[in-house]
């Protein structure tokens, strides 16, 4: 992995959505706004507060989360697709 | 339960009317913005503040709760449908 | 009572234009957004600020207020109608 | 006087023009939103900050003050008309 | 001076374009939003912070200052116009 | 000089095009929101937060500085044009 | 280099799609916001918070960074284009 992300930025490969049966996780697809499962490649450190404190994202690499289906940016390292999202994106950790 | 909800998010399974008029409830069909009625299934650490400071919510696993209709983002999990909420969207604790 | 607001929440019984009369307020019917009458029944603990302080609200269970008509939500107990309100709704207490 | 403002809600009873003029204080009638003058009735406590402190109002009760023509909620108590500001809709003391 | 500004307003006496040019300072007619000078005459104690704090203005009573053209509220004390500006609308001093 | 900006308000002399390519810096024509070069001719103190801490402003009197084009308020002094600018809309010193 | 950002202002070199193909890291044809690549040029001393803390950028002269494609303001500094960023218009460091 090359990529670092800053402040609450948290980069993910979204999985397919076999795996994400395969998981037990299904997910409604009548729902306007569906969130989508992804797992966590790389954290930012977290946003520095206006004390100067740090604070800490919840999720780590290799966590199973989901997020908000059109939130992030995509981008591609070594020809693989990935999403940079805020933490406030991501609205669960699945285990 | 195989969801950790980040933050102040909280799970819950919605309640089907019937059981909520059991429990005594009635909801108006009037309104325009009803409240429903549901069970939290698993709830975030809290919001973290500025200052590192975690806030724990106020609610707990099992508590049954009202909150606004339209709130919240639908998700299965084996085969069942659940909505992540945020805190700021439930209104009360039922006893 | 088996109602638990959240937060800077508070569940209250509208009273009836003849009661308010009674207790000597008169609304004025030319006002557009005319405050109501009401009577506390049930007061959330207060909201959490950032450095993790409860402020408790100002109005206490039995309390008579005044609030803008069109604020809160309107839910049943029991088959009477209550409003749950933001404490920032409520304008005064009427003694 | 039988109302209690909450936070930095200020009850005044709004003066007439007649009274105005005797106070020295005339208002132009060309502004588009021109201040009104009225005396303080009833003072609420003062908003609560986040640190839990309470900012207490700087106006007092008797205080004639000047506000914003069309601030406020207007009520009846006892028959006679007042007026519910936010302290932040109070431009002045005059004196 | 009978008038009292509350928090962080300023009331000013505006002064005509002739004395402007007596100053040495002339305002540009092609500019939109064309800055005036005036002179302070009453000055509030300041806002108060969420610590508690109050924040004095950096204006004193005297001092000519630059203000936007259309900030502030018109009003008129023993039949002479004034305006209430807030501090932040106040541009800069001008010695 | 005689103008003294409030709080981080910024006084500059806007440097004509010529001068800007003498520093060695060329403008895009490109651009739609071009910045300026300009030189620093006074500097408030800076704002005061929250705190009563006063924060003072990076740029210093005789900085040359890039803005945003349309920013700042237009003024003459002494028969010559000024600029008052809000530090933020200061994007960079230039030296 | 001859520039200084202000606060939490950076300056980069924006990389040329060759450059970042080189590097391993291909960048989507198909979204609609496409982050671009740049190498860091200079970096402001960081946004001062209402304590009056410096807040220190996390990105360092001479790191590549992607940020989003539309965010910036072009500038040209002896004849090379640049673009002067918000820290928080960066999304990731690249190595």
Chains 1, 2, 3, 4, 5, 6, 7 share one sequence.
Not at 22 to 38: C, H, N, R, Y
Not at 69 to 76: F, M, P
């Amino acid at each position: 992995m090359k990529i670092h992300p800053l402040a609450d930025r948290i980069v993910v490969k979204v999985l397919e959505a076999e795996e994400v049966t395969k998981g037990g996780i299904v997910l409604p697809d009548t729902a306007k706004e569906k969130p989508q499962e992804a797992e966590v490649v790389a954290v930012g450190k977290g946003r520095v507060s206006d004390e100067g404190k740090v604070i800490a994202p919840e999720v780590k690499v290799g966590d199973k989360v989901l997020f908000g289906k059109y939130s992030g940016t995509e981008i591609k390292i070594d020809a693989e697709d990935y999403l940079i999202l805020k933490e406030d994106d991501i609205l669960a950790i699945v285990k």
